[in-house]
């Protein structure tokens, strides 16, 4: 199966913002956790999948009320149960890149134990095959 990317924007408003006026954190965790269950959920039932483990979103720029972002979300890794997906998070007007890291998800049946998925990842791309290279690191 070809990764896709799933692309999800978003509107900065006034309730999203910190006490510095920027980007809340905890905003853009909420965000960037489900721009990636939107990217899993399209390739398994959402009601077999859990979030196990933020790996890292650093920040590099601050975002403002009234900028809008762009979520782009990757399946970038697959095990048995387990599959990875990069998230990067954008500024809507000029695509600089302000947070990026991965998501790792478990594939569980109804009693919430893991289970195999049977999801194999057609690397055709560079940019695919470095995006696994990274994700199958976290892994470790």
């Not at 990317?5 to 956790?33: I, P, Q, Y």
């Not at 196990?52 to 601050?62: A, R, T």
């Amino acid at each position: 199966m070809k990764p896709q990317t799933f692309a999800t924007h978003r509107l900065v408003k006034s309730e999203d913002l910190n006490h510095h006026g920027t980007l809340f954190a905890g905003r853009t965790a909420e965000w960037f956790v489900e721009s990636g269950f939107i990217a899993v959920s399209s390739y398994l039932n959402p009601k077999n999948i859990v979030c196990l483990k933020i790996h890292g979103m650093e920040f590099k720029h601050p975002v403002k009320g009234g900028e809008t972002i762009l979520l782009n979300s990757k399946l970038a890794y697959t095990g048995k149960s387990s599959l990875i997906v990069n998230v990067s998070v954008l500024l809507g007007k000029d695509h600089k890149v302000l947070v990026d890291g991965f998501i790792s998800f478990v594939h569980v049946d109804d009693n919430t134990k893991s289970t195999p998925h049977n999801i194999e990842l057609d690397l055709e791309t560079e940019a695919d095959k470095l995006l696994y290279a990274k994700a199958s690191l976290l892994k470790k």
